[in-house]
């Protein structure tokens, strides 16, 4: 049996491979005392370590796990799941919306890391509880969905008041830039504060991501990430925005797993 383990800031994501078979699972970081458990109960398993916490894990296990660069790690990962999706792409950029987001260029065989955001999956959780109290996840996203940013973020057309505008009216001019624009006469509730959250948290990644995409080259923008989970609204904002600003956005299915899957096969 081979375990793969990707030990990130909020979430633990597990891929294992019995007969060929591979199955996925995912804990939260607060339990790793958990997975350790598990992991000393099947001390024959070889385990492939990465993520912040993979060194930190190392140190409750029996075995002698091998551990590779997170960065490497989520780069095999993806080329595995895009060479089985017979997605071939010659280069990309991919971003991994953890708890933090990190992007990187990749041409051929080779990965480079282009640049990162502390928007990303940290700070969906945040700020949605600074804003709403609300913490489960789930929750956060299912009702962000049914929210309305209209009333919280200024577009350039607001601004331009029916003028014709020199870029796409519909981009957003300033996040939460409507608020006070709309406070004596609308309410917000919490379904539009979170959806204007996966807002902002959706355009910046998406940003970030196009001008490395630009920089380096290529036409091709792959979203990976916990944060996309259940996650309609912010991947709907950042299809649509990497759309929108002339490039193409990939969604991996288990593309969470890239990590764990990577340091598996990297073994
Ligand atoms: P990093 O790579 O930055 O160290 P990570 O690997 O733990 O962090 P991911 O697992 O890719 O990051 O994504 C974490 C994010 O996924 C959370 O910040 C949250 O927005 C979202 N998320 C999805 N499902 C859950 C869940 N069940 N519990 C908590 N957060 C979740
Ligand atoms: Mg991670």
């Known amino acids: 049996m081979k375990i793969g383990i990707d030990a990130g800031g909020t979430l633990i994501k597990i891929a294992v491979e019995d007969q060929g078979q591979l199955t996925f699972k995912k804990q939260p970081s607060t339990e790793i005392t958990e997975v350790a458990a598990w992991l000393a109960a099947l001390p024959d398993a070889d385990v492939a370590l990465t993520g912040g916490k993979a060194t930190y894990l190392q140190s409750l296990i ?7 660069i997170e960065f490497d790690a989520t780069f095999r990962g993806i080329q595995s799941f895009l060479e089985q999706h017979d997605i071939a792409l ?5 971003a991994n919306v953890g708890t933090g987001t990190s992007i990187h260029f990749v041409d051929g065989e080779n990965q ?4 990162g955001t502390g928007a990303g999956g940290g700070m969906i959780q945040g700020l949605s509880y600074l804003l709403t109290g609300i913490t489960d996840f789930s929750e956060v996203t299912s009702r962000a969905a049914a929210g309305d940013r209209e ?4 577009k350039v ?4 008041k029916g003028d014709k505008t020199p870029i796409p009216g519909d981009l957003t001019a300033a996040n939460f830039g409507n608020v006070l624009h709309n406070m004596h006469d609308m309410t917000f509730t919490a379904d539009d504060k979170l959806a204007a959250v996966m807002g902002v948290v959706g355009e910046t990644v998406t940003t970030i991501s196009i001008h490395a995409a630009r920089e380096f080259k290529t036409e091709h923008v792959v979203y990976i990430g ?14 649509d925005y990497t759309v929108l600003r002339g490039f193409k956005p990939y969604f991996i299915e288990n593309g969470e797993f890239s990590g764990a899957v990577g340091t598996m096969r990297l073994m």
Request: no cysteine; net charge positive; glycine share 6%.
């Open 62 to 68: 029996p075995q002698q796990a091998f551990q590779s």
């Open 90 to 94: 010659a280069d990309y950029i991919f």
């Open 112 to 115: 480079l890391r282009a640049g």
């Open 151 to 154: 009333k919280i973020d200024l």
């Open 157 to 160: 057309k607001h601004i331009y």
């Open 226 to 239: 916990s944060s996309f989970l259940g996650n309609a609204l912010l991947r709907e904002v950042v299809m």
